[in-house]
């Protein structure tokens, strides 16, 4: 028993060894599951978001697959048993706004403090709007698709979900 908690978890409630071997394991396989298909789903998207660059194209799969790999596992500890669609989307739209937000770069044309840029004076200019845009999709295909085999995964009893 790894605490002085209810069940040894050190005070998580649920499952006895919520951080321990067996739920490492599960975390493993989530990550696997995850990075498949949050890579092979959002690949068409990213290669027309990354403009038929085909090495664009590559990082942004690959680097997408093992941000969906990270997902997973957070979704996983995230959901739980829960049942409400919308804890769910809310997990998926958490990460495909923080990937879209990382994925604006700020032109020369906009200036600081506070950030206005050219040539409308407003904070994002369109070419801004259009970065955030492309990376949301691209990352809501991604993530969305870790998220529904996850769930696949736990109803079919190939991977457990964390209780609590």
């Given amino acids: 028993m790894s605490g002085g908690g209810p069940n040894g978890a ?3 409630g649920g499952d006895a060894d919520v951080f ?5 394991l599960e975390s493993l396989k989530a990550a696997a599951l995850g990075a498949a298909s949050g890579g092979l789903a959002c690949a068409p998207v990213a290669l027309v978001a990354a403009g038929f660059d085909l090495a664009t194209w590559e990082f942004d799969v690959d680097t997408l697959a093992l941000a969906s790999a990270l ?18 989307q809310g997990a998926v739209g958490a990460f495909a706004l923080s990937r879209a937000g990382a994925a604006v770069r700020v032109p020369d044309t906009c200036a600081p403090a506070p950030l206005r840029c050219e040539p409308y004076g407003l904070y994002l200019d369109p070419t801004m709007l259009a970065q955030g845009a492309a990376a949301a999709l691209v990352g809501a295909c991604a993530f969305g698709a870790a998220a529904a085999a996850v769930d696949y995964a736990c109803t079919r009893g190939w991977l457990r979900r964390v209780r609590g």
Avoid: K, N, W
């Avoid at 321990?20 to 490492?24: H, S, Y």
């Avoid at 739980?80 to 669609?85: F, G, K, L, M």
């Fill in 10 to 12: 050190s005070g998580h």
């Fill in 20 to 24: 321990g071997g067996a739920q490492r």
């Fill in 71 to 88: 997902f997973a596992i957070t979704y996983r500890y995230t959901v739980r048993e829960d049942a409400s669609p919308m804890l769910r």
